[in-house]
């Protein structure tokens, strides 16, 4: 139990409370106008049955004063996502959508998928609901906007046009067979398009194809004829505009019991370009207080945030979010309640999402809870296991050896936590130590994090699952946290799981759902570790080529490093591009790529 007196001591200003374990584990992360007045409603005995059981857990209570309640939103919204807290709300799927990027700073500016919104002269549109969603795009935009889309490096180095060229999706800028005047046309209707104003290209695109028609240039006007009926026919298949060229967030929320499941519409310069949904886990609060750290989460720094947000009903601190997002955006944001109207319209198709989305979910999904207890259960392990990481190391005879770890919460990749450790301390092909510094490293990390999983898996047998609790024991932590190994299937015998404490391996029947889980854990860790070690003899094969290179030293390799990635690219890349790099001229660029040529031509009289 939380100390009284050490609530009643708390501050009377703005700022976030921490609810800790003893061990220090984090199990709520909240804001406050008034940090006293907060946590002493906690102690009422008439709080509902979650809130007294989150008192009871809790030993600690922490408060970091801030400036203003502004201030202690941003920080709330940080710490949830470090420390991904049982007791708050949680957004399962918080990643950025895909945008599309139009690089106006450049002579012949490309069109790009990114997902995060830079601070240059770019403009950007969307965000789109999928990658798939942006390939339509990008595929219908080619037929009748075609801009390049290769990058700037491979655009200065290209001698001759690419595939695009060919199949009729590029106009090859790149070598010249489009006039900078042309191409920047391409580039303004291919914006109009995207901002909405779809008459208004369908207007220029007409007044085009009868003056190139009059001049009985007909191949030109057979052009523009096909791009006017592709425009048609897109604005048909448009099922909802509204008057004004607006973008707007429509979300909302369905919710039976402890589960909700949301969705939202994405509408830019008044067109619905389509929608996402997405589930909440541990939603115990009131739904003004589920909208407000919805969209706490959802809008972080770099993803695309519309100047209007729809929403069923007001969010708590609205006037917050709203100059927190006004900031983040860099311009007005409004939250509204619509009640009449297209945008009514809109909040209903939302909602329809969100219930068909919950009705999916109470249909198809296995709570990760149950499957939770039937893992602390089956492998006896001393708690429920919301965070499980594997752990898996890839080489080549020993060289260039990664180690690497993947972790799932709440049985769904955490891409944020994933990591590589470059293998230092073992020299030849040594799987045991390679784990132990692997898993020694990591754990060491966590520590200092205070954020420590609760099950390791080790992709292995025995010897694997004891180098991992030899790292454990020396920090200490093997009371905290729990292993076992899963060892590929051999002559038919079935996969095996090793645990501590335990002489033989535990074997399961094959569709069981706790060995399929395992197994996914382990499969994502073997990719990770697979990708992350051809990454590094890429970079290896770089690295020792540029330290034989009169006048390149550590500076000046970082920077090629970082750049090119490979040897292969910056053997492509021209003297100009590698020149242009920051610390290095033309004489040095000129000497890497002597030095490259002749290492080549070595190579070629060797193989012969």
């Not at 008459?199 to 003056?211: F, G, N, T, W």
């Not at 207890?373 to 392990?381: G, M, P, Q, V």
């Amino acid at each position: 139990m939380i100390d009284q007196e050490v609530i009643k001591k708390a501050p009377e200003n703005p700022g976030v409370y921490v609810f800790k374990t003893e061990k220090g584990e984090v199990l709520y992360v909240g804001k406050a106008k008034n940090l006293r007045k907060r946590l002493q409603s906690y102690l009422r005995e008439d709080q509902p049955y979650k809130i007294r059981v989150l008192v009871a857990k809790a030993n600690i209570v922490e408060t970091i004063v801030t400036r203003s309640e502004k201030e202690a939103l941003v920080l709330e919204a940080n710490l949830i996502k470090k420390y991904r807290p049982r007791y708050n709300v949680l957004l399962r799927d918080d990643k950025a959508y895909p945008l599309l990027r139009i690089t106006l700073h450049e002579k012949f500016p490309a069109i790009q998928v990114c997902r995060r919104k830079r601070k240059d002269k770019a403009v950007y549109f969307g965000p789109y609901p999928s990658a798939g969603a942006v390939r339509q795009t990008l595929k219908f935009l080619a037929r009748i906007f075609p801009l390049r889309r290769c990058s700037t490096a491979e655009f200065q180095r290209r001698e001759r046009p690419c595939l695009y060229y060919q199949i009729g999706r590029c106009p090859a800028p790149c070598v010249g067979l489009i006039t900078e005047e042309e191409y920047r046309k391409l580039v303004e209707g291919a914006i109009s398009f995207l901002k909405g104003k779809a008459q208004d290209v369908l207007k220029s695109l007409r007044a085009e194809m009868e003056k190139a028609a009059e001049e009985l240039n007909f191949e030109k006007a057979a052009l523009l004829r096909d791009r006017i009926f592709a425009i048609e026919r897109t604005l048909e298949a448009q099922v909802v505009n509204l008057p004004q060229e607006e973008d707007l967030d429509v979300f909302a929320l369905a919710r039976q019991g402890e589960k909700i499941s949301g969705a939202v519409l994405f509408v830019r310069s008044g067109a619905l370009l389509g929608k996402k949904t997405f589930n909440l886990s541990r939603a115990n609060s009131e739904a003004n207080a589920l909208y407000a750290s919805l969209l706490q989460q959802f809008y972080d720094e770099g993803k695309y945030i519309p100047q209007e947000i729809l929403l069923p009903e007001s969010p708590e601190d609205k006037e917050i979010l709203e100059d927190w997002l006004s900031e983040l955006a860099e311009k007005k944001v409004t939250i509204k309640v619509p009640k009449r109207g297209a945008r009514k319209e809109l909040l209903k198709i939302a909602q329809q999402n969100a219930r068909e989305a919950l009705a999916a979910r109470l249909a198809g999904e296995r709570p990760y809870e149950e499957l939770a207890e039937k893992l602390a259960f089956t492998l006896k392990l001393k708690k429920i296991p919301l965070r499980v990481e594997g752990v898996d190391i890839s080489n080549i005879q020993g060289t260039l050896s990664v180690g690497v770890v993947v972790s799932f919460f709440e049985g769904e990749e955490d891409k944020s936590r994933y990591r590589r450790y470059y293998i230092k301390s073992t020299a030849g092909p040594d799987d045991y130590a390679m784990i132990y510094e692997t898993v020694g490293r990591h754990l060491k990390n966590c520590l200092e994090a205070t954020s420590l999983p609760d099950l390791i898996l080790i992709d292995g047998g025995k010897g694997q699952l004891a180098a991992a609790l030899a790292a454990a024991e020396e920090l200490h932590v093997l009371d905290k946290v729990d292993f076992c190994a899963l060892a590929k299937e051999r002559q038919g015998e079935g996969e095996k799981i090793y645990l501590p404490q335990r002489k033989n391996p535990l074997k399961l029947a094959k569709h069981t759902d706790i060995l399929r889980f395992l197994q996914r854990v382990r499969d994502e860790a073997h990719r990770f570790a697979v990708t992350s070690h051809r990454k590094r003899r890429k970079k290896q094969g770089l690295t020792s080529i540029l330290d034989q290179i009169p006048g390149i030293g550590p500076k000046r390799k970082k920077t090629l490093l970082r750049h090119f990635e490979s040897l292969e690219n910056l053997a492509k890349a021209p003297v100009e591009e590698i020149a242009g790099l920051p610390g290095l001229n033309r004489k040095v660029a000129q000497t890497i790529r002597e030095y490259l040529q002749k290492a080549y031509l070595e190579q070629s009289e060797r193989s012969a």
